[in-house]
């Protein structure tokens, strides 16, 4: 599998999975030095409900448990709302610890938050163990079936839960989260009143962006954060490929990055430039403004600090490997805990992975390329053909990039209301995002100085002015949602 | 199976297919003497597409060909549209001769018409022969099945037909086919941009509808329509309870209604009143202002004729009965061809009918019941579980009859825009279907004297005028949406 499938698979950074020792220091992160104002505790309940495996046909009754979590501190009866998280792929409870904006805003909203776990992913396993052995157990995770599972819970929790019934329910996700969260109200706007879609790049598919815009924004991103930085990526590739032709260059290359597992042939210098290339694209979208560890432990703002080791392309082939080290340790080894890199290693190994790498290669065929000129990548092209082949040989499906469109509309969405689509400009998913407005009430927001969906994340003393001005428009707008839900209950009666 | 599940799984007028003998007449009638205006010749041309059998999951790519029907003489690559029906449950070719209004209006809308026909009908079989055969190969017969292979035709045409690709699509149906219109208009709004749903009951759901309203308004078109006509068919029942209890009752009862098979014990006694019962509803569907061969050859104004034969309730149980026959004799034997009347055969033993009766079984599930106070019917209520088992015993399936509120909306469908409900105030449909404006967009338009879907029908010299004017705010509708597109088209340009 070349570098293009390992892209075209890549993983939304709120994606990825992360260990439960870092979950807990995650938790921890947004309840105290971090946090600009007093912590807001985190205290939810986890529920199940039984869903069936399969909404779409009746020839099965199978059902299986979805997980879903609810705080209802602050949530009022007497006018109140409900903030739905559209979980996406990975554990529900991540994504709640990450999520500290509706825990923010629970208490002005009156709301009782919900975050309903994305099936295939966490503990929400149709088939329990077996929900990845085969394409016929994973028939039936598909993005269709998960808005299906989150129309079923809002009916269950309004006819459960008293006081429920007459309140609005808005519709938030971040990443593929906030592609859900859009296409949920697209779907089913008699469930939501409402959607905030942070980083959802939902015209990321077939020809609707140039495929090049992703790693565009990566680049600018380092070429903005350090002079001459994303030119000595750009350099470094070549560097690698000379050193690695040499007679002892796999063993000078595995030493000077301090590799795990020493370098032994050309398809392990080609994992190890996709390995490389991946960690870039990863700081990119974390590229926070402060502290944190969201997909690994980090400084604040720290592609300016791995591009403290790249201010320099003008030098030998071995100076700029070795500097290409340092950088690279900043996103693996912050703690300074590691003693050598893993190329194996990713945060892609985990069960959310494997779920969205199957959908990646069904449903969410987003393509990506570099030419090197536009990007401080190697130059790859978008392979369809060989893309479905790879797909075939790993999941034995193969992919349809044209059903996303078709079913959710592609850029012609303009009949739709209600929904908030916010972009970080450093994000490079923003290129796939709706940044600007499409109507009156289907608005962009972009946030300069943002990373991926850094609005969503709990507010801080570290945060830019412009995430910040974001975060106040997305509560007007959900305000003017609630108003308006009850002043049509009021003309009702 | 008792009454109930007969009700339960009454087909649409629409939908029941005729044989192909009534075919060649149904073509002959548009085209000749009922018609008030020189006859529109019905020239279509007979396509296939290749649709995925599963537009929901991976595992299998298994494919089926869809027929559609296309008539383009009066399309115009400039500034033209494009009608687009949306199948439901039986033959396409019938559905298209019964369809006048959208070949009566293709001039002035330049428009192309299509008719696509839904899958596991007429000749749109997914898996051949064997598509009824268990549970597991009619899986795929769903409504929301059959609104991708809408979507997914709708992509092909436009880009296999220049000129289409830049034209406004309405999407137009009958009865479930209206119900489908509507729905395509809430799911793919992209795709089409409004739809004229005519007779489509998408109320008759859950409890959203008080489930007597469809016999209550059957019994008020025989009220209606003769003095104490509906006295005497409520009558009726009693009368033939006494007389099959006497010694030679059943053979008296098959000899008066000039049965085929003589009655043997009281299962066919509730077989023959089962049977008496869905004439007296089609008719009420059927009571079209002229003549015409819908469901059978029927005179104009059916009831009317029928009610002539039911003046008077108080005359003793034989005499009734014999009344009652001369009534059914209208219905089903209106050509004089008839030598004895069949109540095992009804319309729906059709394929057609195979598969509307197991979309009744899983999503379709319309509850109906009678008191015979409101109404002229035995007592009837709606008993779930009941039903669920007979399903059970019939499919193997259980039905979901909470799902079609669920991914419809039910009654909270106002975010929507776009769609003309019309309907028939004669048509026991009408009471599940929306006859008041939700929203400037929404909008109901009820025809006094309508019977089911008459609005789709050809124009007639016998229309009431009721119809030619809601025909004629159908057009106006259709013709702003086709504006608007145009206007919005410019704007971007």
């Known amino acids: 599998m070349g570098r293009l499938l390992l892209l075209a698979f890549l993983m939304f950074g709120a994606a990825t999975p992360v260990p439960p020792a870092l979950r807990a220091f995650s938790s921890l992160h947004l309840s105290n030095s971090f946090s600009s104002r007093p912590a807001v505790a985190m205290k939810y309940s986890i529920h199940y409900i039984q869903q069936k495996v399969d909404h779409f046909g009746f020839n099965t009754d199978k059902t299986f448990k979805q997980r879903y979590l609810i705080a209802d501190t602050h949530w009022r009866k007497d006018g109140g709302s409900i903030l739905f998280y559209t979980g996406n792929e990975g554990d529900i409870i991540w994504f709640c610890n990450n999520t500290g904006f509706m825990w923010d805003v629970a208490e002005e909203l009156k709301a009782m938050l919900v975050f309903a776990e994305h099936r295939y992913y966490g503990e929400s396993l149709p088939f329990g163990a077996h929900s990845f052995k085969d394409s016929r157990h994973l028939n039936f995770l598909t993005s269709e079936q998960a808005l299906a599972d989150f129309a079923e819970l809002i009916r269950h ?50 020809n609707l962006v140039p495929c090049g815009v992703f790693m565009k924004t990566v680049t600018k ?18 560097a690698i490929n000379r050193l690695a032709r040499k007679g002892t260059g796999l063993h000078w290359l595995s030493e000077a990055l301090h590799l795990c597992t020493p370098l032994t042939n050309s398809q392990d210098v080609q994992r190890l430039k996709d390995w490389i290339s991946e960690t870039w694209v990863n700081l990119a979208m974390v590229d926070y403004p402060y502290e944190s560890d969201f997909l690994q432990p980090l400084p604040a703002w720290p592609i300016k600090v791995v591009c403290q080791y790249l201010k320099n392309p003008n030098v030998s082939d071995s100076l700029l490997v070795q500097n290409i080290f340092q950088a690279l ?165």
């Not at 996700?173 to 790049?201: D, E, I, N, Q, T």
């Not at 991103?221 to 070549?238: A, L, M």
């Not at 570099?370 to 499906?397: A, H, T, Y």
């Open 221 to 238: 991103d380092f070429r903005e954060s350090g002079p001459n930085c994303s030119e000595t990526i750009r350099r470094s590739w070549d």
């Open 157 to 206: 929790l309004k006819r459960k839960i008293p006081g429920t019934e007459n309140q609005p329910v808005i519709a938030l996700g971040g990443s593929y989260g906030g592609m859900l969260a859009a296409w949920f109200r697209m779907k089913y706007p008699h469930m939501v009143v409402g959607a905030l879609a942070s980083s959802a790049p939902i015209w990321h598919f077939e």
């Open 329 to 493: 340790n900043v996103y693996y080894n912050y703690s300074g805990q590691a003693r050598c890199l893993n190329i194996s290693e990713t945060a892609t190994s985990s069960l959310g992975a494997l779920g969205w790498s199957y959908q990646a290669c069904t449903e969410m065929v987003m393509p990506f390329c570099s030419n090197g000129i536009d990007d401080m990548f190697e130059p790859n092209s978008w392979d369809l053909k060989e893309f479905s082949d790879d797909c075939f040989r790993q999941w034995g499906v193969r992919p349809r990039p044209y059903w996303i469109t078709t079913v959710y509309g592609g850029k012609n969405i303009s009949s739709h209301t209600n929904i908030i689509f916010s972009n970080g400009e450093l994000d490079p998913w923003s290129g796939g995002g709706v940044t600007k407005n499409v109507t009156d009430t289907l608005v962009a927001i972009v946030i300069p100085k943002g990373a991926h969906h850094l609005d969503l994340r709990a507010n801080t003393a570290f945060d830019p002015t412009t995430v910040l001005l974001a975060r106040s428009l997305e509560v007007r707008y959900m305000k003017q949602w609630i108003k308006d839900f009850y002043a049509s209950l009021r003309r009702k009666h």
